[in-house]
């Protein structure tokens, strides 16, 4: 329930999306998981730890920062040519 640029729950399919500032649309997401079967709601607890780990290990960040700064270094390279 968060207005944000990106919405990490519906691209990971790990839960519900609902507006942000939106008490009914949270208590709306809020019956539809009590609807969903103890399956259900275990698919998507492993469809967020799966996207959590292609996407957010320690590993996979430092890797996505240093290309960040190697890309910001070669630019300022070629800015000095």
Same mark, same amino acid.
């Given at each position: 329930?968060?207005?944000? @640029?990106?919405?990490?729950?519906? +691209?990971? @399919?790990?839960?519900?999306?609902? !507006?942000? $500032?939106?008490?009914?649309?949270?208590?709306?997401?809020? !019956?539809?998981?009590?609807?969903?079967?103890?399956? $259900? *709601?275990?698919?998507? @607890? +492993?469809?967020?730890? $799966?996207?959590? $780990?292609? /996407? /957010?290990?320690?590993?996979? &960040?430092?890797?996505?920062? &240093?290309?960040?700064?190697?890309?910001?270094?070669?630019?300022?390279? *070629?800015?000095?040519?």
């Amino acid at each position: 329930a968060v207005d944000a @640029g990106n919405d990490v729950v519906a +691209a990971s @399919g790990c839960g519900i999306s609902v !507006r942000g $500032e939106d008490p009914e649309a949270l208590a709306d997401g809020i !019956r539809r998981f009590l609807q969903m079967g103890a399956a $259900e *709601r275990r698919a998507m @607890g +492993a469809r967020g730890r $799966e996207y959590v $780990e292609r /996407h /957010h290990t320690y590993d996979v &960040l430092a890797d996505s920062f &240093l290309g960040v700064i190697s890309a910001a270094r070669d630019q300022v390279v *070629r800015e000095d040519d």
